[in-house]
């Protein structure tokens, strides 16, 4: 009743597909390609809500912070790595080191969201202990940008994010903090590291 056949790859193999499968993936290879302008069903062009309009910056404005950053600080270095802005995100990696070990890890993501991008931060010990508890990374909005700086603030503004490039092969990112009625600042001066 139900039959097979035989499918020769390119590679000299074969696989066996039964009738169900091989109709199945005739459906895949020769369906219509659908587009992201496909009319809705009984609508015409005119009837369509037009695009959102973004007013803020993208998450590819913020390719400036694309590189191998390596930077020091009395008693330690850091090294920080930020990937190609790719569909709507950018990875990116922190490493704190003192004496030739790993005082502890951040590793970072700037979304999209309906609000804009926004920057979500975990902080890791040596061994990918997490710092921050499950389902609540640190979270920072977009404040203000220009072609080359980006300052990130989160809900409370009580800590603020500045990455600023400089120059081709530079990169400084300050820090920013009020607890307790005391403001802390730190300043990370970083070099390209090819």
């Given at each position: ?25 005739l459906g895949l290879l020769f369906r219509p ?162």
């Open positions: 009743m139900w039959q097979t056949v035989d499918c020769r790859l390119s590679t000299g193999g074969f696989f066996r597909l039964g009738w169900i499968s091989m109709l199945l993936l390609a659908v587009t992201a302008h496909a009319q809705v069903e009984g609508s015409s062009p005119a009837q369509r809500p037009p695009a959102p309009v973004v007013t803020g910056p993208l998450v590819q404005d913020f390719a400036f912070l694309t590189g191998r950053w390596r930077g020091g600080i009395t008693g330690g270095l850091f090294d920080e790595e930020w990937s190609q802005p790719s569909s709507d995100s950018m990875m990116g990696m922190f490493r704190y080191m003192e004496n030739g070990k790993v005082q502890f890890y951040e590793f970072m993501v700037i979304e999209t969201s309906p609000g804009g991008p926004e920057l979500h931060v975990r902080h890791f010990d040596p061994g990918l202990t997490g710092w921050e508890e499950k389902g609540a990374p640190l979270t920072y909005t977009v404040d203000s940008a220009t072609e080359n700086q980006v300052v990130f603030v989160n809900a409370d503004k009580s800590s603020t994010i500045t990455y600023r490039r400089s120059s081709p092969v530079t990169l400084t990112e300050v820090l920013e903090r009020e607890a307790g009625g005391h403001k802390g600042k730190k300043e990370f001066a970083f070099s390209l590291n090819q």
